[in-house]
């Protein structure tokens, strides 16, 4: 970790960044203990290697894993319980992708509120080629991205995006040469790191609330936690360091 960014590397290079069971079960653990960490202001979330952010499931496992109905059942299980680890984090989470970022490896990089792109990655959804049924969870983050037409022709197709198709359909933010990805990414999430913790939560939860159907819960949540920041310390400090012509020095407090 450096200046409040934490880097989490999906690492199954001999497979292509493969997301195997064992990864799957890790990630909600650990998005758990970034989210109680207070010293981490951004988590980067990348592939090792330049080949592929990830490749998708690992195929090797679905004779065993995804075939019967009862295994189905369990990795379906374990699937749902990573999508909803994704909420615990209301820190700002940032896509670094090189490479390939396809099937579950794309459903992945959606959880990111920000996805940076290599010129030479490409996206696809594979499904169609596979004979297996897409999850709806991962349909529905797409839909709400691209929307129904581009996420038919990308499901439909089962075939493989180019960066500049990717951005040019909203599916990432930005697309850089890949000589430069990972410093465009870090200056991205540094500077991001470096605003108000308490103000960018609350974005992050509002922006979450505002995205889909959401309950009084929700809604209460991130009304709580616009509230907070202007009872903060940071609040206070941003008004001093503006006056000052300064740059403020935020706690999250």
Known sequence: MADAVAVVTLNNPAKRNALSSDMRAALPVLLEALQADDRVRVVVLTGA???????????????????????????????????RSWTVLDKPLIAMIRGFCIGGGLFTALQADIRVAADDSQFGVPAARL???????????????????QTSEMLFSARRFSA????????VNRVVPA??????????????????????AAC?????????????EDLARAQAMIEACFRSDDYLE???AFAEKRAPAFTGR
């Open 49 to 83: 290697g330049d080949k592929a952010f990830a490749s998708g499931a690992d195929i090797s496992e679905f004779a065993d894993r995804r075939t019967s109905p009862e295994a189905r059942a369990e990795y379906d299980r374990a699937g749902e319980a990573l999508n």
């Open 131 to 149: 004979g297996l049924g897409p999850g709806m969870f991962g349909v529905t983050t797409l839909i709400g991205l691209i929307g129904p037409a």
């Open 164 to 171: 500049p198709e990717a951005l040019a359909m909203g599916l």
């Open 179 to 200: 000589a430069a990805l990972r410093e465009e990414t870090m200056a991205l999430a540094q500077s991001i790191a470096a605003n108000a913790p308490l103000t960018v």
């Open 204 to 216: 992050k939860v509002a922006i979450r609330a505002a995205g889909h159907s959401a309950g009084p």
């Open 238 to 240: 941003g008004q001093r």
